[in-house]
């Protein structure tokens, strides 16, 4: 079992950056497929990002070229450096731990999950 604690998030205004680390216990995040997942007031969890194993990385379309994913497997950390941010970026952003071996964008693929951190982007 893996435990995962979010933090980085905070209020930042439109075309700035921030950096999201996600810290793994238990277990090394090595071994896992990694997510970040994020949901907006009043809307659904969305996938946002993943990096597998290898380091294979994939993004939803509206944060290409502008979010990455990256994984500090000495440090047992995550992190998704947020640049270029945009007010509808705006939401609790969750980290997540899969067993499935290679990248995947379900959240059912996702066994551990994070309490979540607060991202408000303002105009």
């Known amino acids: 079992q893996v435990q995962l604690v979010e933090s980085g998030g905070g209020s930042v205004q439109a075309g700035g950056s921030l950096r999201l680390p996600c810290a793994a216990s238990?277990?090394?995040?090595?071994?896992?497929?990694m997510g970040w997942f994020r949901q907006a007031p009043g809307k659904e969890r969305e996938f946002v990002a993943t990096?597998?194993?290898?380091?294979?990385?994939y993004y939803q379309d509206s944060v290409k070229g502008r979010f990455t994913i990256s994984r500090d497997n000495a440090k047992n950390t995550v992190y998704l450096q947020m640049n270029s941010l945009k007010p509808e970026d705006t939401a609790v952003y969750y980290c997540?731990?899969?067993?499935?071996?290679?990248?995947?964008?379900?959240?059912?693929?996702?066994?551990?999950w994070g309490q979540g951190t607060q991202v408000t982007v303002s105009s």
């Open positions: 997540a731990a899969s067993l499935r071996i290679g990248i995947t964008t379900t959240q059912a693929s996702y066994t551990y």
């Open positions: 990096i597998s194993q290898n380091r294979n990385t």
């Open positions: 238990g277990r090394t995040v090595s071994m896992y497929t």
